[in-house]
């Protein structure tokens, strides 16, 4: 991450999009690199500026938010999604979070809430509050138990976790995938969070005793 957080703003109502780029332009090292107004259009300007944070509202135009954060953790797994969006529905969480966000922001939040998430989400981190964390608990797949060990890791997600139970560090992991260090730590925050763990440590005796350090 540089020291100026750059961000995309998606979402349909022009009014909204003009509100967030006010706050963000008098707060200091965030910077507003591209808007779009529908899912395809948020798409294709994250993958030409390549953005470290995208704001994504979930009812857009184009196939709505689900789909585009979907294809942007496939084709941009660096760029770290930001749902912000009304819906407090613990379907468009759960969906988001299968889909790839790295976080869930409700548009009601006070504005130095969204400030500190967007430079936690540029972080790597997963931002999600005390009770939406509790909600995600037990409804995202994955986790010691099921039936398919890990299953609700995406494949990225679960190479990253391999290594890590190999015993390999992030900069190791990003030369053996031919990966940027900044998605290797987007991947392990969102493992950290499917497998409801807090740590490093934790995530790797998961994955050792499901024997995960031996595939591959």
Known sequence: MTDVVSVLV???HRLFRDGVKALLAVTGGIEVVGEAADA???????????????LMDLQMPGGGGLAATAELAEKAPGVAVLVLTMAEDDESLFTAVRSGARGYVLKDSEAEDLVRAIR?????EAIFGASVAGRLLGSVGGRRGCAEPFGGLT????????????????G??????????KTVRNYVSSVFRKLDVPDRAQAIV???????????
Do not use: F, K, Y
């Not at 936690?120 to 790597?124: L, M, S, V």
């Not at 494949?155 to 992030?170: C, F, H, I, P």
């Not at 499901?210 to 595939?215: N, Q, V, Y």
């Open 10 to 12: 998606a979402d349909d």
């Open 40 to 54: 395809p259009s948020a798409v294709a300007l994250t993958l030409q500026t390549q953005p470290d944070v995208v």
């Open 120 to 124: 936690a989400a540029a972080r790597g």
């Open 155 to 170: 494949s990225g997600e679960r190479n990253v976790l391999r290594l890590m139970a190999q015993g390999l560090s992030n």
């Open 172 to 181: 190791a992991i990003a030369q053996a995938l031919s990966i940027s260090d």
């Open 206 to 216: 998961a994955a050792r005793e499901a024997g995960l350090h031996r595939d591959g």
